[in-house]
């Protein structure tokens, strides 16, 4: 069974920093890419990061471009975000998901049950 | 980036009902689309991906249809764990992209 579950979130003042981890099991880790979906309150998904299966490859939204850095360690199994100069619009629970079955492919198959990262003074 | 724009926002039916749902791409995207529903408080969850093909374990009375730029969600019978809100996403290129949603609501 895939189980994905993200852990790190809190409260954060701006300018701060975070970092997510997303534990990941029931799946051969290293063959999937996985991303981070942020879903700010009341509001819609929004695709955050990407990164590749062996971790070479990574893709961000402009939002967080030069403040946020997907990352992860597949001898743990294990995918991380790390999120410095924090703003009150980050404030969103923060989603880790894997990619699915087509390889070519970033549709999310699997999410995990988020994380909150709530940013305010 | 591509635009994704869902319609109706929201949308009220009753169980029994046949429900379509729009999602319109700003330029085309192929068949890289996906469907997922998200009930309030949890993680949203797969049901379609490649614009038509089920994802496995959802009821086949959801359907995924279209290519380019027009895609349709639908749900031939709608029952009550249904009610919930619906997303469709590009995987064409970068940016990922998401539709606003469409909040499927019990007339």
């Known amino acids: 069974e895939v189980q994905l579950v993200e852990s790190g979130g809190g409260l954060v003042q701006p300018g701060g920093s975070l970092r997510l981890s997303c534990a990941a099991s029931g799946f051969t880790f290293s063959s999937y890419a996985m991303s981070w979906v942020r879903q700010a309150p009341g509001k819609g998904l929004a695709w955050v990061s990407t990164i590749s299966g062996n971790g070479g490859t990574t893709y961000y939204a402009d939002s967080v471009k030069g403040r946020f850095t997907i990352s992860r360690d597949n001898s743990k199994n294990t995918l991380y975000l790390q999120m410095n100069s924090l703003r009150a619009e980050d404030t969103a629970v923060y989603y880790c998901?894997?990619?699915?079955?087509?390889?070519?492919?970033?549709?999310?198959?699997?999410w995990g049950q988020g994380t909150l990262v709530t940013v305010s003074s | 980036d591509i635009q994704m724009t869902q319609s109706p926002s929201s949308l009220s039916a009753s169980v029994g009902d046949r429900v379509t749902i729009t999602c319109r791409a700003s330029?085309?995207?192929?068949?890289?689309l996906a469907w997922y529903q998200q009930k309030p408080e949890k993680a949203p969850k797969s049901l379609i991906y490649?614009?038509?093909t089920l994802q496995s374990g959802v009821p086949s009375r959801f359907s995924g249809s279209g290519s380019g730029t027009d895609f349709t969600l639908t749900i031939s019978s709608l029952q009550p764990e249904d009610f919930a809100t619906y997303y469709c996403?590009?995987?064409?290129?970068?940016?990922?992209?998401f539709g606003q949603g469409t909040r499927l609501e019990i007339k």
């Open positions: 996403q590009q995987y064409n290129s970068y940016p990922i992209t």
């Open positions: 998901a894997k990619r699915g079955v087509v390889p070519a492919a970033i549709d999310f198959d699997y």
């Open positions: 490649a614009a038509s």
């Open positions: 330029q085309s995207i192929s068949s890289w």
